[in-house]
């Protein structure tokens, strides 16, 4: 069984740059067969789509977001990461990551817990 | 950009209705759109994939239609544990879009 879980700081201060990572266990995240994505939900509200990553380090990222934002794979570890810059408090949300399974079903299957972080001073 | 309007936004229902969520799509997504649950506090999990096809483990009481710009999610006969946030979920152009969600709340 697939198991996501997404770590890193709670609180990051308003202007700095937000870092998570999310641990793969119970399958390579080199199986070649999955992208690897990050989404977010601001509390009371509706799903963000991030950006995802593939095993050979392409990525795709929101345009939204896309100034602000690096995915980043470590296979070595089964990991992947989460870099936003120049955070805000809109930026203050749970944030989640997910199998994407873009090559097979079109969704994304296994979902991390989520972590939340605020951006606050 | 594809944007998604998901409708109603709140829907109240009692224990054995049918219940039926729609999802528009501003232009044609062919049937690359799923649908997720979200229980208070929990991950979304994954119900429906490319429209209609029932993600293995979801209860046969779900399903899935549509293509092009407009998709349908229906319980066939609402249950306590329905009771939760649905969303859409599209792909296009190497980006994904979530609909805005819909509250499924006890009548």
């Known amino acids: 069984q697939v198991q996501l879980q997404e770590s890193g700081p709670g609180l990051v201060k308003p202007s700095q740059t937000l870092s998570l990572t999310c641990t793969v266990s119970?399958?390579?995240?080199?199986?070649?067969?999955?992208?690897w994505s990050w989404i977010r939900q601001p509390a009371g509200k509706g799903l963000e789509w991030i950006g995802r990553?593939?095993?050979?380090?392409?990525?795709n990222y929101n345009p939204s977001l896309k100034s602000r934002v690096t995915i980043s794979v470590d296979t070595s570890k089964n990991q992947f990461s989460l870099k936003l810059s120049s955070v805000t408090a809109a930026d203050t949300a749970v944030y989640y990551c997910?199998?994407?399974?873009?090559?097979?079903?079109?969704?994304?299957?296994?979902w991390g817990q989520g972590t939340l972080v605020t951006v606050s001073s | 950009d594809i944007q998604m309007t998901q409708s109603p936004s709140t829907l109240s229902a009692s224990v054995g209705d049918r219940v039926t969520i729609t999802c528009r799509a501003s232009q044609s997504i062919s049937s690359w759109l799923a649908w997720y649950q979200q229980k208070p506090g929990k991950a979304p999990k994954l119900l429906i994939y490319?429209?209609?096809s029932l993600e293995s483990g979801v209860p046969s009481r779900f399903s899935g239609s549509g293509s092009g710009t407009e998709f349908t999610l229906t319980i066939s006969s609402l249950q306590p544990d329905d009771f939760a946030t649905y969303y859409c979920?599209?792909?296009?152009?190497?980006?994904?879009?979530f609909g805005q969600g819909t509250k499924v709340e006890i009548k």
């Open positions: 490319k429209a209609s």
């Open positions: 997910a199998r994407d399974a873009s090559f097979v079903e079109m969704a994304f299957d296994y």
């Open positions: 119970g399958g390579s995240i080199s199986s070649g067969s999955y992208y």
């Open positions: 990553i593939y095993t050979s380090g392409s990525t």
């Open positions: 979920q599209q792909y296009n152009s190497h980006t994904w879009t």
